[in-house]
């Protein structure tokens, strides 16, 4: 029996990889901090609850249209036209488990075979991996430490070709936690309308930031109709095992994502969707109160992991990660690279945190060592995780 050629193009993500290995390490009686997964550590607030609880015993377990209900796709219409500052009609709302497949259903939709994609590296691996199963050509912009992990603009026009077709930005960002500047965004309209290209622009953690809120490219003139904006409910109200997330579109668009949907999942599970529309109609105290300690959190991690001889970070601006570069670390220890080092801190150390290879390959000339950490945990648990980073690292 054989298994199709194509399935070989599919990559994975790194960080469910390293869940697998800490699990079997907590099974065999190890005590493993876990700073590697990226989802928050808090509980789905009590009113997003009631309303899924309320919604299956009012009997919403039923199909419901592929695009999501129609009260869903108001209520996301009114919370993206308030926080980006444009005019949104639920029509051009597609409601799906999570943000995962509404991105796969906009490259099926847009790119052809040989397309050019270009996608932030280090990025989220989701992003290379369903451009090449889906016979796209991934084309790593890289983000550099020097600008704040964000891109050169002459490199990002450098990179674009005749059959340049969509350009995805992530902003605040995974792995990183760096936000797009303004001037950032201004210059990725520009190149995406002068050329005629699509822009994902991934805004899962649009909610989660501390300095000041980052202002989203659709807001900009001439991009509204290219901009696939996604965002979902995973991260800013603590629902990933939900699976609700959702992208707004020109309607075109909007009725072939749907029209996969009704081919693949047929539609999201109709109860979660009411949750949904709590989540955006009730109060939010919950999530920013989680947004909160999140940034005591960055804080106690960026001083931590700074305090560390070997180790030097950024401030990460948003989501819930650390990027620190850990060259001098490795050296210091004679690892080879931060997949090297990801090892040493599991097994050596009672660690778990994700090297640079779980977000792309490096880039031509990248010579520095990463290594992301989420502190979507307790503070407790980054303490003791920085303290055991502390005693493996400065050996
Ligand atoms: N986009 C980015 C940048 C992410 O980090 C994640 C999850 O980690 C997702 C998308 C997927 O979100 P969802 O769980 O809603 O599918």
């Given at each position: 029996m054989q298994i199709a050629k194509?399935?070989?193009?599919l990559g994975t993500e790194g960080g469910f990889e390293v869940l697998v290995q800490v699990n079997k390490l907590k099974t065999e009686g190890r005590d493993i901090i876990s700073l590697?997964?990226?989802?928050?550590d808090f509980d789905t607030p009590q009113n997003i609850k009631d309303a899924a609880i309320k919604a299956i015993k009012d009997g919403y377990t039923h199909y419901s249209p592929s695009a999501g209900i129609l009260p869903l796709r108001e209520s996301i219409a009114r919370y993206v036209s308030k926080t980006r500052g444009i005019e949104v009609d639920p029509d051009e709302v597609v409601v799906t488990p999570g943000v995962k497949p509404v991105f796969f259903n906009s490259i099926l939709s847009c790119i052809n075979e040989g397309d050019e994609l270009i996608y932030p590296?280090?990025?989220?691996?989701i992003y290379e991996s369903v451009t090449n199963f889906l016979h796209g050509k991934p084309v790593p912009l890289p983000l550099l430490e020097e600008k704040n992990f964000s891109f050169d603009v002459e490199d990002l026009q450098k990179k674009?070709?005749?059959?340049?077709?969509m350009i995805i930005i992530n902003s605040p960002?995974?792995?990183?936690g760096s936000i797009l500047s303004y001037n950032d965004l201004k210059a990725v309209a520009e190149i995406a309308i002068q050329n005629d290209i699509w822009v994902i622009s991934d805004?899962?953690?649009?909610?989660?930031?501390?300095d000041g809120k980052f202002q989203s490219?659709?807001?900009?003139?001439?991009m509204e109709e290219r901009t696939i904006l996604l965002d979902g409910f995973s991260k800013t109200y603590a629902?990933?095992?939900?699976r609700l997330g959702f992208g707004v579109m020109k309607k075109e668009l909007a009725a072939h994502i749907a029209r996969i949907e009704t081919n693949?999942?047929?539609?999201?599970?109709t109860f979660t969707q009411y949750a949904g529309i709590e989540a955006l109609e009730g109060p939010q105290d919950d999530s920013l109160a989680m947004v909160e300690e999140l940034k005591k959190r960055r804080d106690l991690i960026y001083e931590g992991l700074n305090d560390i001889k070997g180790i030097k970070c950024l401030k990460p601006k948003g989501a819930f990660y650390v990027y620190p570069n850990v060259t001098e670390a490795c050296r210091n220890l004679n690892l080879s690279d931060s997949e090297a080092l990801q090892q040493y801190l599991l097994y050596k150390g009672n660690v778990a945190v994700l090297a640079r290879s779980c977000f792309g390959q490096r880039n031509k000339g990248e010579r520095e060592e990463y290594i992301r950490l989420s502190y979507a945990t307790s503070r407790e648990n980054i303490l003791e995780g920085l303290r055991r980073i502390k005693k493996a690292v400065e050996v």
């Open positions: 194509r399935i070989r193009r590697a997964i990226g989802e928050p590296n280090p990025g989220y691996p674009i070709t005749p059959r340049t077709k960002h995974n792995p990183t805004e899962i953690y649009y909610n989660i930031t501390y490219i659709v807001s900009i003139p001439g629902m990933t095992g939900w693949v999942d047929a539609c999201t599970a």
